[in-house]
Structure formats: structure tokens, C-alpha cells
């Protein structure tokens, strides 16, 4: 594949993107963490600053460093994912237009689809990762996921991206799973990528934060006022601690796949697991496509166990697993999917590799299935 990385490395990249600007006698990590309010000026047109919820300070070093990190031009950051997806959503969609979201991705998306934008007169289309590039023929917004949450299947972007361009439909993606130090969905034809740093980003579950970015500024702009309007602003104690986490990130995500290549080599050939997916893996469906867009697969892995039973136990035997619905974080976790409504089967489980060490996961996990 075409490197659109550039010449650094993931981890330099990150610690590049979240440093301060270097000022003499000033401290390394001096990230402003400001107020709601401002002081101003008889030059009623002079503030760049005026009232927390349209912009401040913070933010704009949060949003340097996600667009930096993403091939972007401008990044804008919410109060949460889904924030950030659904005020791309309102900006791009009107009463008319047909909308093509994941229909084998995170639920809430296509809840959000079908309960408030069909509502509005949206015509909404839910499309599985394979179906995709068929549906974008008939669509003016698509939304694509991918690696998909939970399924992890993988949408051919370039293909998507002409397909869509053949139409003059936008093209939103979802990055979550992948990340920017995975995956650069910009370079491959997308118009805008959105995501929740919640994850893998800020990495320690502490948090909420949504972003979007991309390089056509009256779509930024369009979304800009959005944020304006709705107020699903960022918190800047919170767009401070995703600055001061952003640094860290490459090694933890590197981390996180090292674990989660692992993990799915050895789930694969276990008697207790089934259907086991992960883009890196040589037999996996998605793995050409993969391989082809992707430079690291991400940290997130499914399986099915027996059943919801099996789950359970299988989390309460090991030391290291943590049940949790969020993913991304430095433990590793378990999510029984079925629990949400997904439509898997009751022992699916999405697994979130963490950061520990990759010979003493592996081998937790092996004892905590043995015998299931």
C-alpha cells in the first residue's frame, strides 16, 4: 500500500501532535485549561474567544493534534463519539436524501438513524460492510465503519470512496477501531472521519470525547455551527486530558495489536472458541482488504463462546480480563455483545487487547477457557 504516514513513526507521531509549542523557560507540557468566560474588548470583532461553548484555547491544541494525526486540514472535538456523529449527520443530511449507514456496526448509530434523522425525512439504508459499495450507488450520505464494531469486517475505502464520488455522495468513516495510527481513511477517499477518542486515543476509560475531521471547509464549517447551535461541546478538563494521554497513545496502541494478534492466533485454534475475526489474520476474510488499507489491524478481537454462561465464567476465571463495554483502554476487556441487542449469537464476545504483557495475556486466557 501507498504510505501516507509520512516518514515518522506512529509514536513519534503522537508525541509530535500533543507537544506544546517549544517557548524558552516555559514548561514541556503547558496546555492551557480554560474557562467557560472571557474578558473582552471594546473591539467588538477582536476575540477569537468569546464564550467556552464556541471555542477556546484548549480545544485548539486537542483539534491541532487529532487533524494532525488524521491527514486532515481542521479537526473539530465533541462531548462524545456518537456527539460527533450525529452533528456530521445532521450538517450533512436533509429531508429527501437517502443516508447509508453500517448495518453490521455500532448499534447506536443505526438507532440514531431510524429513531430521530427517518423522522426528519431521511431516507434511511442499512448496508452490512460487504454491501456497502452496492448501496453507495443510490445514496447522497454513506457511513462506513470500519473495521466494523462488533463484526470486525472491513470496507474496501478506496472502492467505497469512487463509488461515491461517481454519485457526489459524502463519504463519513468511522475510525474508531482503526485509529489514525492504523488507519487513514482521509488518504483513501473519505470526506470526513469521525471517531471517539474516548477509546484507544485517550486509552485510560477515564473520559468522554468525540471528534471529526476532515479538509473541505465548508463541511468543517457546516459541522463548526452545528456544535455551535447543539452545544455537544468537550469539556476543556477533558480535551486536556486526551492532549496529555495523545502522547503516550502510539505505544499503547502498538501495545494493544501486538495483543490482539496474539490473542487471535491462539482463540483460533482453541476447541472452546468459535468464529473468531480479526483483520490480521491470514485467514481471516477481511485480511486482503485489510492489508491493502491498513498499516497496524487494531486491538479488538471477537470470538463465540458456548454461550452467555460460558462468558461469564470464562471473565470470572482469569485474572486479567475486565468486563467492560467501552473498549480501548489498558486492561484488557469483555463485552458480550448479545446483551445490546446485536445480532450475534449469545456467546459472541468482542475482546479489547490492553497493554500487558503479550506472553502473560495469552496465558491467562488459555486458563481461563480450559475446560469450558
Known amino acids: 500500500m ?45 476575540e477569537l474567544d468569546t464564550y467556552g461553548r464556541g471555542s477556546n484555547p484548549t480545544w485548539r491544541q486537542l483539534e491541532s493534534a487529532l487533524a494532525q494525526l488524521e491527514g486532515a486540514t481542521a479537526a473539530l472535538v465533541f462531548g462524545s ?17 437517502t443516508l447509508v449507514v453500517p448495518a453490521d456496526g455500532y448499534y447506536q448509530v443505526r438507532a440514531y438513524a431510524t ?13 452490512a460492510s460487504g454491501e456497502m459499495i452496492d448501496a453507495a450507488g443510490h445514496a447522497d450520505v454513506v457511513l462506513a465503519e470500519t473495521p466494523a464494531n462488533p463484526s470486525l469486517d472491513v470496507v474496501d475505502l478506496h472502492r467505497l470512496g469512487m463509488a461515491c464520488r461517481a454519485r457526489n455522495a459524502r463519504l463519513i468513516v468511522d475510525n474508531t477501531a482503526a485509529t489514525p495510527l492504523g488507519q487513514q481513511p482521509l488518504s483513501l477517499g473519505a470526506d470526513l472521519v469521525v471517531a471517539s477518542a474516548t477509546k484507544a486515543l485517550s486509552g485510560h476509560s477515564d473520559l468522554l470525547c468525540g471528534y471529526v475531521a476532515g479538509s473541505h471547509p465548508e463541511v468543517v464549517d457546516a459541522i463548526a455551527r452545528e456544535r455551535l447551535l447543539s452545544g455537544p461541546v468537550l469539556g476543556a478538563f477533558d480535551a486536556w486530558l486526551v492532549l496529555r494521554s495523545l502522547g503516550s497513545a502510539g505505544l499503547r496502541f502498538e501495545r494493544q495489536c501486538e495483543n ?22 491470514p485467514g481471516d476474510p477481511a485480511y486482503p482488504v485489510a492489508t491493502a488499507q491498513m498499516r497496524r489491524f487494531g486491538g ?22 475486565v468486563a467492560s463495554t467501552s473498549f480501548g483502554g489498558i486492561h484488557t476487556s469483555v463485552d458480550r455483545r448479545a446483551r445490546w441487542g446485536d445480532d450475534v449469537k449469545a456467546g459472541f464476545v468482542r475482546i479489547s487487547a490492553g497493554i500487558e504483557d503479550t506472553d502473560d495475556l495469552v496465558a491467562d486466557v488459555e486458563r481461563a477457557l480450559h475446560g469450558l
Open 2 to 46: 501507498t504510505d501516507t504516514y509520512g516518514t515518522d513513526g506512529p509514536s513519534t507521531r503522537c508525541v509530535k501532535a500533543a507537544s506544546a509549542q517549544a517557548i524558552p523557560g516555559q514548561p514541556v507540557a503547558a496546555f492551557p485549561i480554560t474557562a467557560s468566560a472571557y474578558h473582552l474588548s471594546a473591539d467588538e470583532t477582536a
Open 81 to 97: 463519539g456518537m456527539a460527533a456523529i450525529t452533528a456530521a449527520l445532521r450538517a450533512l443530511t436533509a429531508p429527501g436524501a
Open 115 to 127: 429513531e430521530y434523522l427517518a423522522r426528519q425525512g431521511v431516507n434511511v439504508v442499512q448496508a
Open 260 to 281: 490482539a494478534g496474539a490473542l487471535a492466533a491462539m482463540l483460533d485454534s482453541h476447541p472452546a472458541v468459535a468464529g473468531v475475526r480479526y483483520p490480521g489474520l
Open 300 to 321: 479488538l478481537v471477537s470470538a463465540e463462546l458456548a454461550d452467555a454462561a460460558a462468558t461469564h465464567e470464562f471473565v470470572e476465571r482469569s485474572e486479567l480480563l
